[in-house]
């Protein structure tokens, strides 16, 4: 794979807090936010960011609250849902921006999807990668034991401080192994996982990345339905922690949502299906600079493929097991 030369990063302040934001593309193109998930950084979106910086759009990717060199704060309301997509918009206008689209994935998807929700006038479109509406989960959930059983980590990461210890130990080999055994073989080189490492090893960037997990317990209304802005979701269907049926109901509430599946694809799909990932993503959203609607805006999650050159991204996943 060609590799391409990182971006430039500064520290900007974004509504009382630093952020750490890796910059590209000209300053004049439509303004691209790209929100990694845990336990990632900026870096999580090294194969997006410069075929989106070519096609003209101005890319930003911050290392989110609590993550990597950006700010850690201590307080557990300081990671609720409505703060963290208060950091997209407030990065909208520390750009001077009154609407921008957002991409996100795992973590990064669910803030993608509370802005868009919260905000649908400064979010342009929203793409969403292998992250449900946070909305959908805990009721999905409650339906499908299956999915329950994959989320148990999440109880466990709302203990104090044995968490921290158990994915620090032996230089995050827990977090090491989770990456590459969640993966395709081959996604995570040795030298990935020490990139990461080297951010997991920031003063507070453990608590700060578990905090995401911790201020669940949080009270917070429904967001707005349906959501207003086009989505567009891609899900690789081999996700360990996550099922199909999450996507499939969280395009119910959506205004203008459509879907790409990627059977062979795992909960990592932007590092395993690079160039199919990137095609899609450029599809969806280069009209942010026309106007022109989506493709696949306004279609039914469930209709068939939709038609394009090359892999057939669209190809429908089996549905969920029934539980029991």
Known sequence: MTQTPEPATR??????????????GPETGPLVVLLHGFPEFWWGWRHQIGPLAEAGMRVVAPDQRGYNLSSKPDDLAAYHLDRLAADVIGLADAYGRDRISVVGHDWGG??????AAQHPGRIERAAILNAPHPDVFGAYARRHPSQALRSTYVGLFQLPWLPEAALRAGGFLGLRRAL????????????DLDRY?????QPGALTGMLNWYRALRLARRAAPAPVRPPV??????????????LARASLALCEAGSARWFPEATHWVQHEEVAA???ALLAFLAPARTGAPPPGAGRDPDAGPLPETGQDLSARPTPDPAPG
């Open 232 to 245: 567009l979701v891609l899900w690789g269907e081999k996700d360990t922690a996550l099922e199909t049926g």
């Open 180 to 191: 590459a055994t969640s993966s395709r073989p081959g996604t995570f080189t040795p030298a």
């Open 277 to 279: 990932v990137n095609a």
């Open 110 to 115: 669910l803030v993608a999807w509370w802005a």
């Open 11 to 24: 520290a900007i302040r974004v509504r009382g807090q630093t952020l750490n934001v890796a910059e590209a």
């Open 197 to 201: 490492a080297a951010a997991w090893r």
